[in-house]
């Protein structure tokens, strides 16, 4: 079956552009070890003390009060990612980072339903965005959104949700347009997700087939001024818990890119 045509004139100039580039902000969540308040990379945690050098340059450290998983001198990084709990005077809170991952998890309780975690790095106009998902196996059919605020009235974003549905919404508030249809990998096989944004087009991948096209997703490659602007969600029906793996996260600032068409 051939690709559509937005493949061709949209997203193939973008991504062979990006062929050999590094990412703007790139965050795999990787070990990290610590000795004497100095931050040095370690690949596992059985491979301490053998650091490599040099030491790594971070946004935010993980306190022992906010990320209690500090054990033996271990830890994870966390490059700038958070959560918010309404009304909670300790806001914003450093997002759960296990197992080389970023971990988004609702607990049970009728109360509880949507779990967003953000990082303010990830602010760009234009953008390519690549990311692997993994769905915990024993949830209900909950849902990943992948939302990105270009203003108070307007945003763009992909839902994910475990039965296979896909919908990709955009426009402003209260009038939201979407497209929605079925993807064919079964959790919780992970899956690699690209998002591409510019100008006004926006066009999603998953594992490197093309999954949707929107020719005027937004009105202008604009971002909102909040740290929230693009933000992950994980959307559960009350009193269901609900887990996700989120990990390998980059992104491309297309602005920056010499020669793209």
Request: glycine letters at 4%.
């Amino acid at each position: 079956m051939p690709f559509p045509t937005w493949v061709a004139e949209f997203s193939d100039p973008i991504l062979k552009a990006l062929a050999g580039q590094k990412p703007d902000f790139q965050d795999d969540f990787q070990g990290a070890c610590i000795l004497e308040f100095q931050w040095k990379v370690c690949s596992t945690p059985e491979q301490r003390p053998y650091y490599q050098e040099p030491f790594v340059s971070i946004t935010a450290r993980p306190t022992l009060d906010l990320q209690p998983d500090l054990q033996n001198g271990y830890s994870l990084l966390n490059q700038g990612w958070f959560y918010i709990v309404p009304d909670s005077a300790r806001n914003p809170f450093y997002a759960h980072i296990q197992a080389g991952a970023l971990l988004l998890k609702l607990p049970e309780g009728k109360e509880k339903k949507d779990l967003m975690v953000y990082n303010p790095y990830l602010r760009y106009k234009n953008f390519v965005l690549s990311l692997e998902l993994q769905f915990d196996e024993t949830q209900p059919p909950n849902a990943i959104r992948f939302q990105f605020n270009q203003s108070a009235e307007q945003s763009v974003a992909l839902d994910l949700f475990k039965n296979k549905n896909w919908a990709f919404h955009w426009g402003l508030q209260g009038k939201d347009i979407s497209h929605t249809g079925v993807y064919n990998y079964f959790p919780p096989v992970r899956i690699l997700i690209l998002i591409i944004a510019r100008g006004a087009e926006c066009a999603v991948y998953l594992n490197n087939a093309p999954l949707d096209y929107v020719s005027d997703c937004r009105s202008d490659a604009i971002v909102q001024a909040s740290p929230q602007a693009v933000a992950f969600h994980i959307l559960a029906d009350p009193g269901h818990s609900a887990i996700a793996i989120i990990d390998n996260v980059k992104m491309w600032d297309l602005d920056k890119i010499q020669g793209l068409p």
